[in-house]
């Protein structure tokens, strides 16, 4: 069982920015892809970035790309999302996400996603 919280969310101005983490539990958390996704009210959960096990491969939607930058600490059982530049439209709540098989090949598919945590808000106002 791998338990997922978190944290950073927050209001913001357009523009601005946040820093999200993600603390993870489980022994084997280097192994795992860990995703960040995100979901609008009445819109469904989307993709926004992933990152292999050992932190050497990233993905990102093509909408946040150049703004938005995942990484992740193995030692500390941790994964971030950095986001510069927000937009009103990226108001959200933010999910990170354990991929058990997507360790070496990071996957954005959400039923592909093994562990969720419950989520951090993200407002950005106009």
């Known amino acids: 069982q791998v338990q997922l919280v978190e944290s950073g969310g927050g209001l913001v101005q357009a523009g601005g920015s946040l820093a999200l983490s993600c603390a993870a539990s489980?022994?084997?958390?280097?192994?795992?892809?860990m995703g960040w996704f995100r979901q609008a009210p009445g819109k469904e959960r989307e993709f926004v970035a992933v990152?292999?096990?050992?932190?050497?491969?990233?993905y990102y939607r093509d909408s946040v790309k150049g703004r938005f930058t995942i990484s992740r600490d193995n030692a500390k059982n941790a994964v971030y999302l950095r986001m510069n530049s927000l937009k009103p439209e990226e108001t959200a709540l933010y999910f990170c996400?354990?991929?058990?098989?997507?360790?070496?090949?990071?996957?954005?598919?959400?039923?592909?996603?093994?562990?969720w945590g419950q989520g951090t808000q993200v407002t950005v106002s106009s």
């Open positions: 996400a354990a991929d058990i098989d997507g360790g070496i090949y990071p996957r954005s598919r959400r039923t592909e996603y093994d562990y």
């Open positions: 489980g022994r084997t958390f280097s192994s795992y892809g």
């Open positions: 990152i292999s096990g050992s932190g050497g491969n990233t």
